[in-house]
Nanobody, 115 residues
Framework: VQLVESGGGLVQAGGSLRLSCAAS????????MAWYRQAPGAQRELVAA????????DYLDSVKGRFTISRDNAKTTMYLQMNSLKPEDTAVYYC?????????WGQGTQVTVTS
């Protein structure tokens, strides 16, 4: 599975960005998709996840009500709509897809929020 991310950038606090992650390859076997982020000097953390079967979602507490994870009908492209961005959201954002016990990572996209 290959993952291509896009949509990162520089935005002022309170602004919005939409990240995309397009999967190709053995996408029929994808069972879950997620976004992680890693700020400088910090551990990578799970931001949002969605299960391909029933579409259940889960979010990091600090982004609940501001971020929305979704996927297209083909379940091969995942999105992260980020609203009301804060400087503490600054990080490299990575998409992650799971095929059984194997997980694949995107290359990461930088999100920088200025105050």
């Amino acid at each position: 599975v290959q993952l291509v991310e896009s949509g990162g950038g520089l935005v002022q606090a309170g602004g919005s960005l939409r990240l995309s992650c397009a999967a190709s390859g053995s996408t029929f076997s994808i069972n879950d998709m997620a976004w992680y982020r890693q700020a400088p000097g910090a551990q990578r953390e799970l931001v949002a996840a969605i299960t391909n079967g029933d579409g259940n979602t889960d979010y990091l507490d600090s982004v609940k009500g501001r971020f929305t994870i979704s996927r297209d009908n083909a379940k091969t492209t995942m999105y992260l709509q980020m609203n009301s961005l804060k400087p503490e959201d600054t990080a490299v954002y990575y998409c992650n897809v799971g095929l059984g016990v194997v997980h694949y990572w995107g290359q990461g996209t930088q999100v920088t929020v200025t105050s």
